[in-house]
């Protein structure tokens, strides 16, 4: 289990860009693959991202394929999701997590029970 520390949400208008980091403590980081997920108010969590613990493998959701990039920094112990033509449908609270990518032909199944160790969660709004 490690702890996890998301920053870097914020205020943007559409079609800005924002990037999202995930700081983890502990000697394990590669060994886990970091999930992005994210809660907007009146709704269910939503898997956004997945990466595996090498960087090898990287899953998205379809709402934001082609839109975001996750990447890790094994020797940093930190993750990061660049989001960029972000629209008002992208507002929610982001969490980045530890668990399993695990896809069924090709596409990321998004499951949050295959995630234990959560980070607080940044807010990322965005508005004109």
């Known amino acids: 289990q490690l702890q996890l520390v998301e920053s870097g949400g914020g205020l943007v208008q559409p079609g800005g860009s924002l990037r999202l980091s995930c700081a983890a403590s502990g000697s394990t980081f590669q060994s886990h693959a970091i999930g992005w997920f994210r809660q907007a108010p009146g709704k269910e969590r939503e898997g956004v991202a997945c990466i595996g613990g090498h960087g090898g493998e990287k899953r998205y959701s379809a709402s934001v394929k082609g839109r975001f990039t996750v990447s890790r920094d094994n020797r940093n112990n930190t993750a990061w999701l660049q989001m960029n033509s972000l629209q008002p449908a992208d507002t929610a609270v982001y969490y980045c997590?530890?668990?399993?990518?695990?896809?069924?032909?090709?596409?990321?199944?998004?499951?949050?029970?295959?995630?234990?160790?959560w980070g607080q969660g940044t807010q990322v709004t965005v508005s004109s």
């Open positions: 997590a530890t668990g399993r990518c695990v896809s069924l032909d090709g596409k990321w199944l998004a499951a949050a029970d295959e995630f234990g160790s």
